[in-house]
């Protein structure tokens, strides 16, 4: 994937509404129409975004995308690759210290350990490891 169709499809996963093509150009206005359309496109043909509806910009008629769930499903992908290029210099344990400092709020540090120690659990049941 391009880092122009990434942009794109950030912008879209970070949207709390579906988003047209206008909307995505005003969200960042560096993008160029054109390639930003192909990029929804791309996104679109490749299941990582798909169609919410029908909108109107202006006097034009145009559709609204979402992410779909196999969008995060990607991004997650990608991130583990990038990783994997990584982990014989970086540990797992390093890389969640690490991702863990980064929120500085005491009471969504909490919520973060919870979910974690959570998915942790689950992990050794489905796995046997205890």
């Not at 005003?26 to 679109?44: D, F, I, Y």
């Not at 540990?91 to 909490?110: F, I, W, Y």
């Amino acid at each position: 994937m391009n880092p122009k169709d990434l942009e794109v499809l950030k912008l879209i996963l970070r949207s709390e509404t579906p988003m047209a093509l206008p909307d995505v150009l005003n969200a960042k206005p560096s993008l160029v129409k054109s390639t930003t359309a192909a990029s929804l496109a791309k996104l679109l043909r490749e299941g990582l975004i798909e169609v919410a509806g029908i909108g109107h910009s202006g006097k034009v008629i145009c559709r609204t995308y979402r992410a779909t769930k196999h969008a995060q499903e990607f991004l997650t992908e990608n991130m583990v690759k990038d990783f994997c290029e990584v982990n014989d210099l970086i540990s797992k344990a390093d890389l969640c210290m690490c991702l863990l400092r980064m929120n500085k709020d005491p009471e969504t540090s909490k919520k973060e350990l919870a979910e974690i120690r959570a998915a942790l659990d689950k992990f050794e049941k489905e796995n046997h490891i205890i």
